[in-house]
């Protein structure tokens, strides 16, 4: 869909949000930050959320509050960014790294200079000031070597990582080396999902802002405070709760549940 026919679809229309994140990962795809491997990964997602009822679970919640408690309490936070997440969310990326003072760190699958020049520069564009990633200056033990590039002094040193859409090899990496992994993920079966402290079985589009909020709702409370809300979070709890609304979930109840309901339904 082009930019006029998106301009003209109204915010009412049941699929106005669905449609607008299409077309953002379409014009990712276009300006060089999605890659094609991106598209095929945002139709499988748009599948369990279709299945989910396009909404954020009671357990998807709690799951991204525990997320903000751990950003808080991390001694070096880092979200990062490949490019499906670019395209889709840059402007939440940016907001959630300033209330956690997080550091952001570009990290592709598949990673070519042009694509990661391309998602920094889309990043800046969105009001990130600093962008890590171009340094590629240590590696992740375990994964092949093009798969394990960082950077020494982001993902590198970083004990809390928030990894949105993360491969699977490489969250488990990534949790092999020490490092408490918050992940996004719409598929409870994934390996990424399974492997992070805190999986957040939720749309990204939902999910950042989401996590952004309790963020903004729980600075300035007490490490033991934030403690407690990380030691709350059971993460089988939550897999099993997103588990069970895809498999059972109903069309009928998904209508009937509008309280949850953040999406467009
Ligand atoms: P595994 O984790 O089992 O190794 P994978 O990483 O190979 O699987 P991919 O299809 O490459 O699987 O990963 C894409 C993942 O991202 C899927 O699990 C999909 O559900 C999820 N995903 C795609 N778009 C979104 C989105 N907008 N929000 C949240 N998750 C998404
Ligand atoms: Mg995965």
Redesign the pocket.
């Known amino acids: 869909m082009s930019d006029a026919e998106l301009s003209e679809l109204p915010e009412s229309h049941p699929r106005y949000l669905s449609l607008r994140?299409r077309h953002r990962i379409e014009e990712g795809v276009e300006k060089g930050i999605t890659s094609k491997?991106g598209l095929?990964?945002?139709?499988?997602?748009?599948?369990?959320?279709y299945l989910l009822g396009e909404r954020t679970l009671p357990t998807a919640d709690d799951a991204a509050r525990a997320a903000a408690a751990h950003l808080h309490l991390a001694r070096h936070p880092v979200i990062s960014v490949n490019g499906?997440v670019a395209a889709?969310v840059p402007e939440d990326v940016v907001a959630l790294a300033e209330v956690v003072d997080a550091d952001i760190e570009v990290n592709l699958?598949n990673r070519t200079d042009e694509r990661m020049r391309a998602i920094v520069e889309h990043l800046r564009e969105h009001g990130a000031e600093d962008v890590k990633g171009l340094a590629g200056d240590a590696r992740i033990p375990g994964l092949d070597h093009k798969r394990a590039v960082v950077d020494a002094d982001g993902i590198g040193d970083a004990d809390v990582v928030l990894v949105?859409?993360?491969?699977?090899?490489r969250?488990e990496a990534l949790a092999a080396v020490g490092k408490t992994e918050l992940v996004?993920?719409?598929?409870p079966?994934?390996?990424?999902?399974?492997t992070a402290a805190v999986p957040i079985?939720?749309?990204?589009?939902?999910?950042l802002p989401n996590i952004t909020g309790h963020a903004r709702d729980l600075s300035g409370r007490s490490r033991e405070e934030l403690q407690a809300i990380v030691d709350g979070f059971e993460p089988a709890t939550a897999l099993e709760a997103a588990e069970s609304a895809i498999r059972g979930g109903t069309l009928d109840s998904r209508a009937e549940a509008p309280a949850e309901t953040n999406g467009e339904r």
């Open positions: 994140t491997q095929i990964a945002e139709g499988r997602g748009e599948a369990f959320d499906n889709l699958f949105p859409l993360e491969d699977g090899d969250a996004v993920d719409l598929n079966l994934s390996r990424s999902a399974r079985v939720d749309n990204i589009v939902r999910a």
